[in-house]
Each structure stands twice: as C-alpha cells, then as structure tokens.
C-alpha cells in the first residue's frame, strides 16, 4: 500500500522557459503552496503534482516546515455513515461522476446533500472541468434541482485566474488560453488582459517553404484545459509563447486522462491538451486543480477549514482522493464514476481511500440499516 513514512521540509525553486532570461514576477507566488519560502526561477525540473517546481529534501526540527505522512491500510467499505458524518464539519464533493454524469443526476444525490446540510455541514463542490466558470457551474447545479450557491463551487478555471492572482501576475502581460469559455470568463472577472480559447479553434496553419509564424511577445502566461477546439494552431501558438517568452508560465487546469461528456461513454480528458503542450515544449505544467493543494489551502483559508475535519469524496483515485490525502483530509471513494472495485483493490493500486462506498447517496441506505 501507500507507503509514506517519512518526513522532510522542502526549499523551493521554479523554472523560467529561460534560465538565461531573468523572470518578470513571482516574488510573492510561495502563498499559494502554503510554505514559508521564497521562490526563485531558475532552471526546468519536475515534480509530479507541481511539476515546475523542484523540491529538496531535507531533516529539519521545525515542525511549522514540514509535511508529515503515514502509511495507509487497504480501503474499508463504508459501513457506519453517522460516525462519518459526526467526524468531520466540511465535505467536498468532486462533481463528475459523483454528482452527475455528463447532464444526468445520480441518484440520491438531492436527498443526500439535504440530509448533510440538516445536519450542519458545509458543502463544497471542486471539479477539475475548465469548461466552465463558477457562474455557470451554478446554473447547472440549478438546471439540475439542486439548489447550490456559486460560492460552494471551486472550478479549475476559477482555480487558474486565482493562482495568476495569487501570485501578483503583472496586469500589462497577456495570457494565451486554450480551453473554453470557463477561463475565458474567469480570467477576465480577475481583470487579466487574454486572448485565444475557441475563437482559435478555426485558425489554420498554411505550411509553406519560408513561412514563420509569428506571436505576441507579450505572452506571460499560457493556460492550458480541455478544450475541444484543439487544433495545431494552438499547440504551435503555445509553443512559441512558452519556448520563447522570457518568464512565461505554462499553468495547466488538470491533468484529468479522462472525462464524462455523457453518461454513457469516457472521453479524452484535458490532460491530453497538457501533453501535447508538454510533448513539444519539453516542459511539465504547474497544475493548479487536482490533486495539487492550491485549490485545498484557497478553501482552508477561504472558509476558516480545519482540514483534519474535511471529507474529501471523489471517484479518482489520482485526483480526488490524492486531493484529499495532500491535504490531510479524510476520503471517501464513490464507484458511480471513474474508478471501479477492481481497480482500487488491484495490487498495483498504492492510492488508498479511508473508506469507498458505491455512491453518495449510501448516506441514506447505511444509516437506515443502522436505526
């Protein structure tokens, strides 16, 4: 299972496209991990949920540093909804595949999310889809029935512009967005100059002897997620911007492999969109979804959480449920998405759960068999 005895303090240091090439900011962008450390850019190196980030290690006292692991036993079947409930004040819900599937409900979920909120819990929904903004999120939660304040919703697209805000990104520098309208409203609402999404979808490249494409040296920033306008145009566009910019940053929304547009049928995920970008500027993302803890330390901080007293409930394994374990949060897997009995229970899986139940609205079924 997932071994994680040991600890360490970690000294940060981020990549310019660059290293030659000063960067133009960043002085205040440690915040957003958490940690007491200044951050410098430097030379390309990986890390896999910050991959532009290198990290070293090292033996410390200082508690206030450090990032503590334990070893984790195999996942136990939900079997006492109640003392789950009563242990924690907050559960964060992934949304595709826990609340819904493609534009479908499932079931229970209305009656399970009222029987939480009667009880006083505070719900909150994090979904790695940029598709759309927070605005819209809610008018989807509300199309479905279910009655959800846009402040309850944390979406990878809002997760971006907060990173890029967090971080004091320079008002005269541009972003390049490949993606959907779901970036495109949120890094306007944080007042950031952009252009691209799927306006560009229908821009082609005329390949001929000579041809040189050009692109605005102003890039500071390319902002990659799913986006199903994806073309060459874009990927070369990116490229440019993020091979040749001084400074400029590669932000990815998430690295999900797969999505659900319906409920019938998986689709390529945005991290497909992550990897071509990656593939050709042989450079990792700095991933602001999940599961890296960008969006866990907005929430904590956001709300006054506790995270010893969240429950994080999701159907990805190396999302949702990494999510919450990054960020020292109990975990609930949900077999109404991505993941099955057989994958969490395969050998090769170190990704463990707390605790895995079919669906959300268990809650209901678990405590009745319980009165």
């Known amino acids: 299972m997932l071994s994680r005895a040991a600890t360490a303090s970690l000294s940060v240091s981020a990549v310019s496209a660059n290293p030659s090439k000063p960067s133009f900011f960043f002085s205040n962008t440690s915040k957003f991990l958490g940690l007491n450390h200044n951050l410098s850019f430097s030379a390309p190196n990986r890390l896999s949920n910050f991959p532009c980030l290198s990290w070293n290690t090292k033996k410390t006292a200082n508690k206030s540093r450090m990032a503590s692991f334990t070893t984790r036993a195999s ?9 789950l409930i009563d242990s924690v004040e907050t559960f964060i819900f992934d949304c595709d595949g826990v609340i819904w599937k493609g534009d479908k409900l499932i079931d229970g979920v209305p009656e399970t999310l009222e029987l939480l909120r009667s009880k006083g819990k505070r719900l909150v929904f994090v979904t790695n889809n940029s598709t759309k903004s927070r605005k819209q999120y809610g008018k989807k939660f509300e199309t479905l029935g279910l009655n959800v ?23 005269d520098k541009k972003i390049y967005v490949i993606g959907e309208d779901g970036i495109i409203k949120e890094v306007e609402l944080a ?30 920033a390319v902002v990659v997620g799913f986006d199903r306008y994806f073309n060459y145009y874009k990927v070369q566009y990116a490229t440019l911007c993020i091979r040749e910019n001084p400074g400029c ?123």
């Open 191 to 220: 007042g950031f100059q952009y252009f691209g999404g799927p306006e560009d979808g229908e821009k082609k490249i005329e390949l001929k002897p000579g041809f040189r494409m050009e692109h605005d040296e102003n890039v500071g």
């Open 149 to 171: 304040n846009e402040e309850e919703i944390f979406a990878s697209s809002f997760a971006a512009a907060a990173y890029l805000k967090s971080i004091n990104f320079p008002k």
């Open 249 to 371: 940053l590669f932000i990815a929304t998430n690295r999900d492999a797969v999505t659900h547009l319906t409920d019938v049928q998986e689709w390529a995920g945005g991290g497909s969109m992550v990897g071509a970008i990656s593939g050709s500027t042989q450079r990792e993302p700095l991933v602001v979804g999940k599961p890296s803890t960008f969006m866990m330390d907005y929430l904590a901080t956001k709300f006054g959480i506790t995270k010893s007293q969240i429950c994080m409930v999701g159907d990805r394994l190396d999302t949702d449920i990494l999510f919450g374990q990054n960020g020292g949060c109990k975990t609930l897997l949900v077999l109404s998405g991505v993941t099955t009995l057989s994958m969490l229970q395969n050998p090769k899986n170190t990704i463990q759960p707390d605790f895995y139940t079919n669906k959300i609205s268990d809650f209901l079924s678990l405590r009745a068999a319980t009165v």
């Open 75 to 83: 996942a136990q079947p939900l079997k006492n909804a109640d003392e």
